[in-house]
DNA sequence: CATCCTCAAACTGTCGACACTCGACAGTCG
DNA sequence: CGACTGTCGAGTGTCGACAGTTTGAGGATG
C-alpha cells in the first residue's frame, strides 16, 4: 500500500492487460472454461469491451503463468493437466520448500517465527469460519512466507507459478479439504521444527505434510478424469 | 510450407514474434544492450523492419524469461541483475540439480548412462577446440541431461528458465572457464556416482561442482559490478 | 457408406494510426 | 534564486482493418 505524502492512496491505473489477465484468471479457476477449450481473442476481446491487442497480451501472460498453450496460427487453449504433470508439480514444490526450510532453520528471526505463528492461527480461524477457497489461499500464505524468509528470492518466483497451477488444478477437483482444521494443524511439526532450528526436523515435517497433500490432490486428479 | 507466386519454396516463415524473440535474445546475450538500458518499440520496430505488434509480444516473452523488465506506461528495459540475485539462481539450480540427481539415482537405464557418457566427450572435445560459447553450451546441456533423466519435466522447465539467466550474467562477465578440460573432468564424479546408484554421492559431488562455479562466477560478476 | 474436394466462415498474425501519458526544459512568479 | 507551471517531443496503450490460414460443413465421387 503506497500513499502519497498527504496521505492519499495513489490511484492505481492497471493497465487493461493487467485487468483481462485477472478476469481470465478468475474465470479459469472457477472453471468457466473447460480445460483444453479454445480462447478465441475476438470472442474474448467482445465480452471485455475492448480489442484484440490487450487480449492476446494478456493471453500471452497467462502462457507464460502455465494456464493457457498456444499453438501458431490457431491461438490459444485452456492448459489440460494430466496427474503425471500435476505429480511433478508437488514434487517440484516439496524440493523447494525443503530448501527454503533449510535455508530458514539457520535464520530464523523472532519476528519471522511470530508472523508464521500468527498466519498458523490465520489458518485456524478460516479453518472454522471460512470458505474453502479462503483456506487454501491462507495455507498457500504460510507456504510461501517459508520461501520468502529463506532469502532467495528466485525461489519464491517459481513457487508463485507453482502456486498457480496447484490452485488451477485444485479448484478444477472442487473441495479439497475434508477437515479443514486439522489441515491447519499438520503445519505445527513444521513450525515447531523451525522454533528448535533443526532442518532435518523441518525437512521431515514438510516430507510428511506436503507428501499427504501430493497423494490426495493427485489421486482426485486421476479419479476426476476417469469419470 | 508456403511458396511464393512464382513456385519457390520460401524458408519456413517460422512466427515473427519467436524470430524477434530470438534476434533480441542474441543480442542480449552479446551484451549489446547495457543492462538497465530502456528498449523502445518502435525503434525495435524499425531496426527489425515490422510492426510495433509483435516487438511487443517478443518483449513480453522475454519479461517473462526474465531478460526483460517492464514498467507501465514507461516500457520495457534491460534486466539488470546484482551478485545476490545471481547468487539465488545459483542456490536454486543446485536445489534443483540435487534432486534430480537423487531422482535419478533410483532410475539411471544403460541408454540414460551412455547419453551422458556421451555429452562429457563432447564436452572435453570442445574444451580442446571450441569457443567459449560452446563449451558453456555443452556443460549445460549435460546438468540438462541430468533434469530430463529425473522424470520431471516441471523441473526441466524451471532449469531452463534458470540456464537463460545464467547465461546472461556469464557473457556479462565474459571469459569463464580458465582451464575448460579441468572443469570438463569435474562432472566425471556427478557421472560416477550415478553408476554407483547412489544419491548421496551423487548430492555431494554436485554440491562441490555448482558450489566452486557459484562461487567462481558470482565472484566475478560482483567485480565486474565494482569495476 | 466412406473418402475426398470445395468453399465459406472464423480466426490469427500483422500493420498503421491515434490518444494519452511521461519526462525534460524553458519560462513565470514569488 | 528557487519553486511552480506550461509546453513539447518521445513513447506506450489501444484500436480497427486487412491478409493469409485453419476449420468444418456440405456436396461430389468412388
Not at 479459469?28 to 474474448?44: N, R
Not at 479462503?134 to 528466485?154: K, P, T, W, Y
Amino acid at each position: 500500500m503506497t500513499t502519497t505524502t498527504r496521505g492519499f492512496a495513489t490511484i492505481q491505473q492497471r493497465d487493461l492487460v493487467n485487468q483481462i489477465a485477472d478476469m481470465l484468471t478468475e474465470a479459469l479457476l472457477k472453471g468457466e472454461f473447460a480445460p483444453g477449450v479454445h480462447l478465441a481473442e475476438a470472442q474474448l476481446a467482445r465480452d471485455f469491451g475492448v480489442s484484440r491487442a490487450p487480449v492476446r497480451e494478456a493471453a500471452r501472460l497467462l502462457e507464460s503463468r502455465g494456464m493457457l498453450v498456444s499453438q501458431p496460427r490457431r491461438g490459444f487453449f485452456v492448459r489440460t493437466f494430466n496427474a503425471d504433470e500435476l505429480d511433478d508439480v508437488y514434487d517440484l514444490r516439496l524440493c523447494l520448500e525443503r530448501h527454503a526450510i533449510r535455508l530458514l532453520a539457520g535464520k530464523l528471526t523472532a519476528a519471522m517465527e511470530a508472523a508464521l505463528s500468527h498466519q498458523l492461527e490465520t489458518m485456524r480461524q478460516v479453518a472454522r469460519d471460512g470458505t474453502a477457497v479462503q483456506q487454501i489461499e491462507e495455507d498457500v500464505a504460510f507456504h510461501r512466507m517459508l520461501c520468502e524468509f529463506s532469502g532467495n528470492q528466485r525461489l519464491v518466483r517459481v513457487f508463485d507459478e507453482l502456486c498457480h497451477e496447484m490452485r488451477f488444478c485444485i479448484l478444477l477437483i472442487g473441495q479439497l479439504y475434508d477437515d479443514p482444521l486439522r489441515v491447519a494443524d499438520t503445519h505445527e511439526p513444521i513450525l515447531e521444527a523451525l522454533r528448535t532450528r533443526s532442518p532435518d526436523a523441518g525437512e521431515a515435517a514438510l516430507d510428511y505434510h506436503i507428501g499427504v497433500a501430493q497423494q490426495r490432490v493427485v489421486e482426485m486428479f486421476r479419479e476426476r478424469a476417469k469419470g
